[in-house]
């Protein structure tokens, strides 16, 4: 995960976050969009892979800040019914909205509140498109 400095059109410093969700520039980034539920989310889609990373504005680029040389932000988790996910949280608030871009169903973002403002994290249940090692390290 990358954090960087960015000047927009106005010269006004902008804080903008990037989680990888695969290798930099092995993909190709097809389109982005964002998370219909909160706009400071854009999610950069692949041909090959669902999403290969997001980019966070706003208030959730100020959460992932202190992340700024984390490597794996990833832990592998396991559902009630014995399925293997991978598992990204900022911190051990509750989850009050979890929700899902109609192009893929599997990364789910996580919100504290019903408004979807308050981003808490991510769980990836494609585990066959992502690389453990790359996600969690091992």
Same mark, same amino acid.
């Given at each position: 995960?990358?954090? #960087?400095?960015?000047?927009?059109?106005?010269?006004?410093?902008?804080? +903008?976050?990037?989680?990888?969700?695969?290798?930099?520039?092995?993909?190709?980034?097809?389109?982005?969009?964002?998370?219909?539920?909160?706009?400071?989310? +854009?999610?950069?889609?692949?041909?090959?892979?669902?999403?290969?990373?997001?980019?966070?504005?706003?208030?959730?680029?100020?959460?992932?800040?202190?992340?700024? &040389?984390?490597?794996?932000?990833?832990?592998?988790?396991?559902?009630?019914?014995?399925?293997?996910?991978?598992?990204? #949280?900022?911190?051990?608030?509750?989850?009050?909205?979890?929700?899902?871009?109609?192009?893929?169903?599997?990364?789910?973002?996580?919100?504290?509140?019903? &408004?979807?403002?308050?981003?808490?994290?991510? &769980?990836?249940?494609?585990?066959?498109?992502?690389?453990?090692?790359?996600?969690?390290?091992?």
């Amino acid at each position: 995960m990358f954090i #960087r400095e960015k000047l927009n059109n106005f010269i006004v410093t902008h804080q +903008m976050g990037y989680i990888y969700l695969a290798e930099p520039y092995k993909y190709k980034i097809s389109n982005t969009d964002e998370l219909r539920q909160n706009n400071d989310i +854009m999610l950069d889609f692949g041909n090959d892979l669902p999403i290969i990373g997001i980019e966070l504005a706003g208030d959730a680029a100020i959460k992932v800040k202190h992340l700024v &040389d984390t490597v794996h932000i990833f832990k592998k988790a396991i559902t009630a019914d014995h399925e293997l996910f991978y598992s990204f #949280r900022l911190n051990d608030k509750s989850v009050k909205q979890s929700v899902t871009h109609p192009d893929t169903a599997k990364i789910v973002f996580l919100f504290s509140d019903a &408004d979807c403002l308050d981003f808490i994290g991510i &769980d990836i249940y494609d585990t066959k498109s992502y690389d453990e090692s790359f996600l969690i390290g091992r």
